[in-house]
């Protein structure tokens, strides 16, 4: 499908920057950045990996959850829960 | 209905604890306590804030986007995008 | 001291303040208001928390953390600390 | 030094393992996990880099921060407000 290949390349490019993000961070330690300067680095890369979290529970839930209730029953309870938990876990990380 | 009155009861009363810790907090600055005891209250209460958060959420999720998302259509999208910009609100806060 | 009674002040507007949110949340639950409503005036009510947690870690880091370190030695190491985990008690709720 | 060193390894080696997290992700996306298991697998990232964080955070109040709070006067006002700006940034992403 295309949307769902379109939205798949979009992750893998974000989750691609965040590991380069990580990947400069070591290199800002190699080279005794100042401290401050990699915690601020840290928190750029804390964000984008939230936005990306963030973007792949709106497709979850735009997707199977939204089925899976179009459907009803436990099956529609046990997604719904599923994804609260995941949201919980998000924003207590 | 039965269920929503246990809820909201419930709502309340985490709210009502809610407040009283941060009353809590204004008579701890108003007795000079400790900073780092303060602190750790603030953390207290927003951790309380945060679950009665999530619980709402999950509510919220399993009748009003879940009854939308069976009915399906521009009213679903509209439920689960609105909910999705709720929980970055969260993940951000 | 002019400063501290200042300081003092101001955070308890600003707790003053926090409670009238939570106040106003409780007033929403029991007018049935809308859950996405809701769950945006508890991401209010969470950053004004963590707005005066930040400022009064600052306050603490100045005045308390400050004097210890400059007469340095085991209470300083132990301020430091004491302070690191308050800090990732705030980062983590 | 010695201790550096060994913070510094330490460092590098918390790093490389988010760096593995982050690869990890791409991998999941590229084989279409389930999207609950790659939001649990962000959440991990994200507390993973937040130690990281918090480690390096009161490393720099131990040396730095106490350092410029030792000599006193205006440099270690900015030294502490500095931080303060990071563990905002921090606190806030």
């Known amino acids: 499908m295309v949307g769902y290949t379109?939205?798949?390349?979009?992750?893998l490019r974000r989750?691609?920057?965040?590991?380069?993000?990580?990947r400069g961070l070591q290199r800002m330690v190699e080279q005794d950045k100042y401290c401050i300067d990699v915690l601020t680095q840290v928190s750029a890369a804390n964000r984008a990996l939230q936005s990306f979290a963030l973007e792949l529970l709106e497709q979850h839930m735009t997707h199977c959850v939204a089925e899976a209730a179009a459907k009803g029953g436990a099956?529609?309870?046990?997604?719904?829960?599923?994804?609260?938990?995941?949201?919980?876990r998000l924003v207590r990380s």
Request: net charge negative; glycine share 4%.
């Open 75 to 88: 099956e529609a309870d046990a997604k719904v829960q599923e994804a609260a938990a995941a949201i919980a």
């Open 15 to 22: 989750l691609r920057r965040v590991e380069g993000q990580v």
């Open 6 to 11: 379109k939205a798949k390349e979009d992750h």
